[in-house]
């Protein structure tokens, strides 16, 4: 009014505001449409016709992920991301390209269908059988991966089982056999028995032919402190034989320096193990821990097939949990150093996060003082370690072990039980319809939620 400048109104603003994002939106359409070559369109338009073996489309069939956790359910997770990943999309620069809007155009693909996909404009259809693609390749490697976990998890799980029902038949021969033992071994405390006769009376109660079977049946039953069943695991070797070479053949493992052997392992096995070879001398070793030792490596000193591949598995597994070992184009199991700051954005950024972290800007005057740091603590927790009954330090074993003592519950004073039952006093017994529209009336949370129908329409008109 002080300017006498009339604003325009609600109509015409709406108006505005709904040309500014049609023609953003037909702005990313032109960008999509124009990603892929002749040859990539005329693949793009093929999702829409059904397949050879299905009366679904492809593009139907590309939605569905794996339902199952078994090495076909793996194979035929692979053959779909290596479906989607043949379109050749996922080497294209998308960073001009708005994430979020490619993400709900990639939403709306997955949810509508194709008969609604062909009837779009040529140009609308290739912005969104590409989104789709784009969107879709990285869900199909996730959805693959998942499922080697989980399939690895269960082999895990059943050589576990088998190793326990294994352990409790044995149960019996193991306890006849150490009686025995414990019986010979006790002619040895005796003092009146001369040296020299140890042997003869020993004999004497247990004949030698006997104890030795007796020995024998002891070391193939009884089992080392740090077992944990992996010769049960090397005994599922046929369950991985069914899916191990899609692995090898097909997925791109990378590494971090902490997984440059287990990546190493996986190299090698994807040239050797085509090859009908039952022993891999030549193999990496770096990835054989001390408990699968026994398993891959037999008595003639040869690397076998069966354990060496199964504790390569164990070890993958354990580096893709620990992302030392990743795969490039994977949302879950991706590089997690590749979402971090880089280059001017990370120079644009440094002091705001080195002053939000507490750490001065040298790199090195940080790291001494988190080192000085360390040492106070290591000193002091040595300093008290003899005055501490709660910590003990076990020597007895190849390592010391610290073993911690758990901390013992406090009881509850007579005060907090009074205070406990006066406020439970207070509240009165109500109904959970009742307590929903009491707390809606404090904080309004039921604003944020939308019917079904009305979040589609608003999902689909945001396309």
């Known amino acids: 009014m002080q300017h006498r400048i009339i604003l325009p109104g609600a109509t015409t603003l709406t108006r505005l505001i709904s040309e500014v994002r049609e023609k953003a939106t037909l702005r990313l359409w032109n960008k999509l449409a124009l990603i892929p070559s002749a040859e990539q369109r005329s693949q793009l338009e093929m999702l829409l016709g059904p397949t050879d073996c299905s009366r679904l489309s492809l593009l139907e069939s590309l939605k569905k992920g794996p339902v199952t956790i078994s090495g076909p359910a793996f194979n ?19 960073s001009t390209l708005p994430a979020v809007r490619l993400k709900n155009l990639a939403r709306y693909a997955g949810m509508t269908s194709v008969f609604n996909i ?24 996730d959805d693959a991966l998942d499922v080697l976990d989980a399939m690895l998890a269960v082999i895990i799980r059943d050589a576990r089982k088998i190793g326990q029902k294994k352990r409790l038949r044995s149960l019996k021969d193991l306890d006849k056999s150490a009686l025995a033992l414990a ?12 040296d020299e006769s140890i042997r003869a009376e020993v004999f004497s109660y247990i004949p030698r032919q006997k104890l030795a079977e007796i020995i024998t049946l002891v070391r193939e039953i009884a089992r080392p402190s740090d077992d944990n069943f992996h010769e049960e695991m ?36 994807s040239r050797e193990f085509s090859s009908r070879r ?14 699968w030792k026994r398993l891959v490596i037999n008595k003639e000193k040869h690397i076998t097939r069966r354990g060496y591949t199964l504790c390569f598995l164990s070890k993958l597994q354990d580096s893709l949990r620990r992302r030392d070992v990743y795969v490039t184009g994977s949302n879950r199991w991706g590089d997690p150093r590749a979402r971090l700051l880089q280059g001017a954005d990370w120079q644009a950024n440094r002091i705001k996060v ?27 927790v040595a300093a008290r370690l003899c005055e501490n009954e709660a910590v003990e330090l076990d020597v007895s074993g190849p390592k010391p072990r610290l073993t911690i003592s758990p901390l013992a519950s406090l009881d509850e004073p007579d005060s907090l039980k009074r205070l406990s039952k ?41 396309v």
């Open 278 to 291: 039952q022993f891999f001398d030549d193999a990496p070793t770096e990835i054989i821990s001390r408990s």
């Open 76 to 94: 035929e997770a692979i053959e779909r991301w290596k479906t989607l990943n043949d379109f050749g999309l996922h080497a294209e620069n998308l």
């Open 354 to 380: 080195y002053r939000s972290l507490g750490h001065p800007t040298d790199p090195q005057e940080a790291i001494k003082s988190l080192g000085h740091q360390l040492d106070s603590r290591y000193r002091q």
């Open 183 to 194: 019986s010979a071994c006790s002619y040895l405390l005796k003092e009146e028995t001369p």
């Open 422 to 462: 006066m406020i439970s006093d207070l509240l009165p017994p109500v109904d959970l319809t009742e307590l929903l529209l009491e707390i809606n009336a404090h904080t309004g949370f039921a604003d944020e939620f939308f019917h079904i129908k009305k979040c589609l329409r608003h999902r689909i008109s945001g």
């Open 234 to 269: 090397v005994e599922q070797y046929g369950r991985v034989r069914r899916f191990l070479p899609h692995l090898l053949n097909t997925v791109k493992f990378s590494s971090a320096p902490a997984g440059v052997t287990t990546l190493n392992a996986c190299d090698y096995l």
């Open 118 to 141: 062909a009837r779009m404009s040529p140009q609308k259809r290739m912005a969104v059988l590409v989104a789709f693609v784009l969107a879709w390749e990285t869900l199909a490697l």
